[in-house]
């Protein structure tokens, strides 16, 4: 590596020291050896310039950098791609390097979401292997844009619009404020000879249209600035979820009656909370009976059911959850509807 140190690695440094330096300084004194943390290296410019980046900094921080490299087996060349990747992580000092293949049995349309899915599995089992405090991610400010606009682009609410947080569980984002751009500088500062993925510019996929499309022409129609303020606009909209979804956690307590397979909301409570609580009040509880997340068409669905004044319903939610307004008590042939008062959340799997 020749050179002095390149803004982008500077900024690069910063932001892993700044997501690293508090979790380090929380760590048992009398801890044996340091805190593993393993990059998830694709290959990709991205994580290899975090891999290069961690390596830099494991012995100036206190923690020790290892990787985990996945082959998903979904092109030819990966294989040879993990190979090359575990042994440039070797080569830069990142130690244990693992490798894993997984197969997606998988075609078509669901195909990202089963590699994600195996990609995450194999993440845990190499976390348990070694005992690694954390996994590290090469997520960039450029993906945290791509992921503000595929929520604006599929209607979402405010907690698609905050993007990916830069800490879930032991999975950590340290680059969410460095550019692409930045990690390829790096790379080729530091002669790293990084993966191009062709699926990341495949047009089948929406997230590659805006990778490849639409960023690029908003950026030349908006400015250069477009990237920084999606980026923000998920900072912003992640506290704004965060305080609604705290609120919306303490009303749930305080209102629901959760049993084994129902539960019960009453409706007078319902009707005095604001719709954006009342929404996030009908995912908890369906949440509560294992169903699948709410669409804003299911949620639509419930909430004229609440708007109803007689026993009604079901409406049925993806995961095997029913919503009923009112029920009647078996073997009592006239009920007066304006006792049932409730609204029931009932589980209908066997
Ligand atoms: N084959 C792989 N092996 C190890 N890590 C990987 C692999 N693919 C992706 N990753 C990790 O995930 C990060 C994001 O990768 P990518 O942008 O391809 O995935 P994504 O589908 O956009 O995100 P995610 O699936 O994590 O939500 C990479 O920077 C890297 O840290």
């Not at 979790?23 to 004194?29: C, E, T």
């Not at 699948?292 to 079901?314: D, N, V």
């Not at 009112?326 to 066997?350: D, E, H, M």
Request: hydrophobic content about 45%; overall charge neutral.
């Amino acid at each position: 590596m020749g050179g002095g140190l390149t803004p982008a690695q500077a900024n690069a440094r910063a932001a892993l020291t700044a997501l690293l330096e508090p979790i380090l300084a929380d760590r048992h004194p009398d801890a044996a050896e340091p805190p593993l943390f393993l990059v998830a290296c694709s290959g990709g410019a991205d994580s290899l310039a975090l891999a290069s980046t961690a390596a830099f900094l494991q012995k100036k921080l206190g923690f020790r950098a290892g990787a985990i490299v996945i082959d998903h087996q979904l092109q030819e060349a990966t294989a040879a791609v993990a190979d090359r990747t575990a042994a440039t992580l070797r080569a830069l000092g990142l130690a244990p390097v693992l490798q894993q293949q997984v197969e997606i049995t998988q075609a078509g349309a669901g195909v990202e979401a089963a590699a994600r899915a195996a990609r995450y599995a194999a993440f845990e089992k190499a976390v348990e292997q070694t005992g690694a405090t954390g996994v590290l991610l090469g997520h960039t400010k450029d993906d945290q844009a791509e992921q503000v606009l595929l929520g604006l682009v599929r209607g979402s609410g405010t907690r698609s619009l905050a993007g990916m947080p830069p800490q879930r569980g032991h999975y950590y984002r340290p680059f969410l404020k460095v550019s692409r751009a930045e990690t390829e500088q790096i790379c080729t500062k530091e002669s790293l000879t990084w993966w191009e993925d062709p699926t990341n510019a495949d047009p089948a996929y929406l997230r590659s249209r805006i990778r490849t499309h639409v960023l690029p022409e908003l950026v030349d129609l908006l400015g250069d600035q477009l990237g920084e303020n999606l980026a923000r606009t998920a900072e912003i909209c992640r506290q704004d979820a965060d305080i609604i979804d705290s609120l919306a956690q303490e009303r749930f307590a305080t209102l629901a009656n959760v049993q084994p397979q129902k539960v019960e909301l009453d409706m007078t409570d319902l009707k005095a909370e604001p719709a954006g609580l009342r929404a996030r009040l009908f995912a908890m509880a369906a949440h509560q009976l294992g169903a699948e997340a709410l669409t804003h068409e299911r949620t639509g669905a419930i909430e004229q059911l609440l708007a109803g004044s007689k026993s009604a319903g079901p409406v049925q939610l993806p995961g095997g959850v029913e919503v009923w307004r009112g029920q009647r008590t078996p073997g009592v042939r006239r009920q007066n509807p304006a006792k049932y008062g409730k609204l029931v959340f009932i589980t209908v799997r066997s």
